[in-house]
């Protein structure tokens, strides 16, 4: 099992605060897990186990809405760390994460991440802050999908995917969604982000080979995406 100390993710995240014999103490007590693609790494409801970071691969982050439809709040990548917010509140898992390929993920118990939260200042504000950073993406993310028309929020979304998500050598954002993800995504129905797709490819704006994207022309699809 690799050790916390020697994981180049620790620079991506919170862990980056804490000392060498801290990082040894999760060492110790984690768990290694494999997340199949289409399982889910924590439900909604559940009590929190710990804090998961994610060493490899990519996720998505939902709720049920009113009518039971999913709607997705959020992505998550390497680097990332999930839990730590339900950690912190001491209340069930707020959301459903759900892996979107093969994901490697360490677990570390819930306990060992409160033992550091009162021994380490610097991890604590650190968890604060993307506790905060988090919270601001979510309030934007709400006000733009109820001021935004549906092909606004969709222009958006892709370069949000594209920036988070990067590209693959041929240029297609590097993560796989359904037509019905991206529904999910942008608040409409399945049918909806078809034809919206379709508009933006006949437009010359993206680019489609089955459920790859490609964006042709960024800078066009950033005017879209802010009303212009």
Same mark, same amino acid.
């Given at each position: 099992m ?10 991506f ?22 997340i199949?693609?289409g399982?889910?790494?924590?439900r ?13 691969g990519?996720?998505k982050?939902?709720?049920?809405n009113t009518?039971g439809?999913?709607q997705?709040?959020?992505f998550a ?34 306990a060992?991440i409160?033992k550091?939260?009162k021994?380490n ?13 988090q ?7 709400i006000s733009?999908?109820?001021q935004k ?28 969604l359904t037509? !019905?993800? %991206? &529904?999910?995504? $942008?608040?409409?129905?399945t049918e +909806?982000?078809?034809?919206?797709? #379709? ?7 993206? !680019?489609? %080979? &089955?459920?790859? $994207?490609?964006i042709?022309?960024? +800078?066009?699809?950033?005017n879209l #995406?802010?009303?212009?």
């Amino acid at each position: 099992m690799s050790k916390c100390a020697q994981c180049i993710i620790k620079q991506f995240n919170s862990f980056q605060k804490l000392t060498n014999a801290e990082l040894e103490v999760f060492s110790n007590h984690k768990s290694s897990l494999l997340i199949k693609k289409g399982s889910a790494i924590m439900r909604e409801g559940a009590p929190v186990a710990g804090l998961y970071c994610i060493k490899d691969g990519k996720c998505k982050m939902t709720k049920l809405n009113t009518n039971g439809k999913e709607q997705i709040i959020k992505f998550a990548r390497s680097g990332d760390i999930i839990g730590h917010r339900s950690i912190l509140s001491e209340e069930p898992v707020g959301l459903n994460i759900t892996a979107l390929e093969d994901t490697r993920v360490c677990l570390i118990p819930k306990a060992d991440i409160l033992k550091m939260v009162k021994e380490n200042p610097s991890f604590s504000l650190e968890l604060m802050k993307n506790i905060s950073h988090q919270l601001n993406e979510a309030n934007s993310s709400i006000s733009k999908m109820s001021q935004k028309p549906v092909k606004e929020r969709l222009a958006e979304t892709l370069l949000y995917l594209e920036e988070i998500f990067g590209v693959d050598k041929e240029g297609f954002i590097d993560v796989i969604l359904t037509r !019905e993800e %991206i &529904g999910n995504t $942008i608040g409409t129905a399945t049918e +909806s982000a078809i034809r919206l797709l #379709s508009s933006l490819k006949k437009e010359g704006l993206i !680019e489609l %080979i &089955g459920k790859r $994207i490609k964006i042709n022309k960024k +800078s066009v699809l950033k005017n879209l #995406s802010e009303g212009y």
